[in-house]
């Protein structure tokens, strides 16, 4: 779990996001729909998809498709783009088992039609290093359980609740394929429905930040190192659109820890552990020109 003051925090940047996104909605829309690419990129990466940044922004934005390129791959990114904009059109859709498959089936169109949109059973065990996902002769109720459990648990922080499920679904793993790009989708329609905006978890750090979060909660049952994940993630998305939102410019962090004297190693840290409102722009850290530190 988080402590008071982190999330006394989100609460405060969720209070001043909600009031500068009155009468912004197609600033913010825009902002959400541009940083598609670059979250399709890290989901796909961290299922090892060998195309990179710009391979992906080229097949979303200009329809570009090298003859290079792994044709698979290129649809995982279209499919992954088409559901994230989905999502992102229908904020409030309630977390169901009919929306997962739904979402599913549009993720492994033309690349696994027979396990599209539903899933695992008969005898689809499926392993992932040492872990094995659960009897497909019991996922189908493990998933309503989940999904029931998620929807009527009021007791919980929000973000509890949420690396909760991911936890559990993960660990679940219910589909033959695409269970972490659906898995990270619902974190998304889980944050988008409370009017909060997408993280986008990053493929670079995964073997320190994410995936030993996975090896260690099926012996343990202790989600909580997801919850400060996704709270970093959170604050940053947070810090992104507000700074769009208040500030005359933004430029590349180094350059504004050269600025205020600071060394740029100092100011990544600070970047990382998000005690300064810089975010991720492809990759590189950035920040508001004018901020300063109290």
């Not at 998809?49 to 290129?74: A, F, H, Q, Y």
């Not at 649809?75 to 859709?93: M, W």
């Not at 977390?95 to 689809?124: M, P, V």
């Amino acid at each position: 779990m988080i402590n008071q003051t982190t999330k006394d925090k989100i609460e405060r940047l969720w209070k001043t996001y909600s009031e500068l996104s009155a009468g912004k909605e197609q600033i913010l829309h825009d902002i959400a729909f541009a940083e598609i690419p670059e979250m399709v990129y890290n989901s796909n990466a961290i299922e090892n998809s060998k195309l990179s940044l710009e391979d992906t922004e080229r097949i979303l934005n200009e329809g570009i498709i090298s003859k290079e390129l792994n044709m698979r791959e290129v649809y995982e990114a279209k499919n992954l783009a088409k559901i994230t904009e989905r999502l992102l059109q229908s904020p409030y859709e309630q977390l169901t088992i009919s929306l997962i498959l739904e979402l599913h089936k549009a993720l492994l169109t033309n690349i696994n039609d027979n396990w599209a949109g539903r899933f695992r059973c008969g005898k689809e065990w499926v392993r992932i290093g040492n872990h094995l996902g659960a009897n497909p002769m019991f996922v189908n109720n493990l998933m309503t359980e989940l999904v029931d459990k998620y929807n009527s648990e009021k007791t919980l922080y929000f973000l509890d609740k949420i690396a909760w499920f991911h936890a559990e679904f993960e660990t679940i793993h219910p589909f033959c394929d695409g269970n972490g790009r659906i898995g990270r989708t619902l974190i998304n329609q889980q944050l988008i429905s409370l009017n909060l905006p997408p993280i986008i978890v990053q493929n670079k750090g995964k073997h320190n930040d994410y995936y030993p979060l996975f090896n260690a909660y099926p012996v343990t049952m202790k989600f909580n190192g997801f919850t400060s994940l996704f709270a970093l993630l959170l604050i940053e998305s947070l810090h992104k659109r507000i700074t769009y939102l208040t500030a005359s410019r933004i430029i590349p962090l180094a350059l504004w820890a050269e600025q205020n004297g600071m060394k740029g190693n100092i100011a990544a840290n600070k970047a990382k552990r998000q005690t300064i409102p810089a975010f991720r722009l492809r990759e590189k850290w950035v920040i508001d020109e004018s901020y300063r530190e109290n």
